[in-house]
């Protein structure tokens, strides 16, 4: 892994760039060599958290947005020689692409910006730990504790080939397998004969099918990049990338090769089976993913030690109208913690800041908010239905979203959303872990301070809570234990 280190020393950078200046250093070098070079190098800067300048100097999100561009627009036909000091000057290019606001857009162009760098950076800087475990404890013990339409251990078996828990663990192997050999995966390693009383917990069956379901040729990548949308000329960086949902590319000899492979364990998150479980199942797949996130927010509240008193949703009667509550009411001795939990997700568009995003994300946050004031007037109106709800004191309102909206707190997106009586703060499902981690006591301090505090209610809250204080959620740590998972190759992954 060491012999393109030299990158990180070199001439002073240029200023800006183009993103079309960036495709042509790309372009410079055969993908057959480039590649393997992308792919050592985005294994040196290792996992996160992050240490020193690895995000400044070995970004994983330029890595693999240079893997997708030599893929879609290189040749072989190159001279150019991939060294230290060419990958030092391709990564500068990709840190040195600037976007000039166009003129209809500068009134947003802050936030817009903004939310097309937190899509491509964000997500690679979390804990793999969360989102795997999350997963599990979402669609696996999630759809044995509450009623599901068809999220049940068939519908894995058609979705994935196998049970959740097998595609895991294969997923973790040939995670492991790509970090030991610079992002490498050759069908001959299943047959090392260390390796074969593993396949007594991970079929070795269910290993190559999956190594085949996360790969795809140069040819059914660029099929796949075409397939979805775009974002409009200039903004081709924040494009979709197919490693996302398939990590390994088939080379020329055969083998395959995972130019990022810290995408590779990201394809059993809830985002990436998200997409894979509406294609095949449609709406229904939708209402489980949304029953089962209220579920899993439930669950995460109820782990906080000691027990929160938590009450589920409330079906009452306004007028001649039935009407639910909000999802969750967390009852605390200084303020009643109300919880509303949407499971949307972001489009690729939306990620990209395409014309009319905010739209959307001011339609789905305000509809949520809309749903906590409700239930506040209930409270306030000594509806019989919240006579267990306390009424008499503070109420902080908390927006749970299925995936990050990493801007919802910021004053960009506030200040599109229905002003509330009360202080409102938007937060993940790994927000809502961090808190599941912390004492009681620590929630209900911390939450009523960020609520109140001008400048922390706009940060995002996993940032704004003091997560010293607490441990893992216990919810998530059941779920990771409950793989199988071979000690050598945890030790490996943790090399």
Do not use: C
Request: hydrophobic letters at 40%; proline letters at 8%; aromatic letters at 10%.
């Amino acid at each position: 892994m060491g012999r393109h280190k030299q990158w990180l020393t070199g001439p002073t950078r240029r200023e800006s760039i183009t993103f079309n200046e960036f495709r042509q250093v790309v372009r410079r070098y055969r993908p057959s060599e480039l590649l393997p070079a992308l792919a050592e190098l985005s294994l040196a800067g290792g996992e996160p958290p992050y240490e020193g300048n690895t995000l400044s100097s070995v970004p994983p999100w330029a890595t693999a947005l240079a893997a997708r561009e030599s893929v879609l627009w290189g040749n072989e036909h190159r001279d150019a020689e991939v060294t230290g000091d060419s990958l030092r000057v391709l990564i500068n290019a990709h840190n040195d692409i600037y976007e000039r606001p166009p003129t209809q857009e500068r009134d947003g162009w802050a936030h817009a910006l903004m939310t097309r760098l937190a899509y491509e950076q964000f997500p690679y800087q979390e804990s793999i730990f969360e989102e795997v475990s999350r997963s599990h404890a979402l669609m696996v013990e999630g759809a044995s504790e509450i009623a599901v339409e068809v999220l049940d251990d068939a519908a894995w078996n058609r979705l994935l080939g196998a049970p959740l828990g097998e595609v895991v663990g294969a997923t973790f192997f040939l995670q492991v397998a790509a970090n030991s050999n610079n992002g490498w995966f050759d069908s001959d390693f299943l047959d090392l004969d260390d390796l074969q009383s593993l396949y007594d917990i991970w079929p070795r069956a269910v290993i190559e099918d999956r190594a085949l379901q996360l790969s795809s040729t140069f040819e059914e990548f660029k099929a796949a990049y075409e397939a979805v949308p775009h974002p409009p000329t200039g903004y081709e960086r924040y494009a979709y990338n197919p490693l996302i949902k398939r990590p390994f590319l088939r080379m020329p000899d055969g083998r395959l090769l995972a130019p990022q492979p810290r995408l590779i364990l990201r394809t059993v998150s809830p985002g990436a089976l998200y997409y894979r479980g509406m294609d095949e199942f449609g709406q229904p797949f939708s209402r489980d993913l949304g029953n089962l996130t209220e579920h899993y927010v439930g669950k995460q509240l109820g782990a906080i030690q000691p027990s929160p008193e938590l009450h589920p949703e409330i079906v009452y009667r306004e007028a001649k109208d039935e009407k639910k509550s909000i999802d969750w009411f967390m009852v605390l001795p200084s303020v009643v913690i109300m919880f509303e939990v949407k499971s949307a997700r972001y489009g690729l568009l939306d990620r990209a800041a395409v014309e009319g995003y905010q739209d959307r994300v001011k339609a789905l946050l305000n509809k949520a908010i809309d749903q906590l004031e409700r239930s506040s007037n209930a409270l306030d109106s000594q509806n019989p239905h919240f006579a267990h709800i306390p009424s008499d004191r503070p109420r902080v309102g908390v927006v749970v979203t299925g995936e990050p909206y990493y801007l919802a707190n910021s004053p960009w997106t506030r200040d599109l959303l229905t002003a509330t009586p009360f202080p409102t703060l938007t937060a993940s499902l790994r927000d809502i872990e961090f808190l599941a981690g912390l004492p009681l006591d620590e929630v209900e301090l911390q939450l009523v301070q960020i609520a109140n505090d001008p400048e922390r209610s706009t940060w995002s809250l996993g940032n704004a809570l003091d997560k010293a204080r607490g441990s893992r959620s216990p919810v998530l740590q059941r779920a990771w234990d409950a793989y199988p998972w071979p000690e050598a190759l945890v030790t490996a992954e943790s090399a």
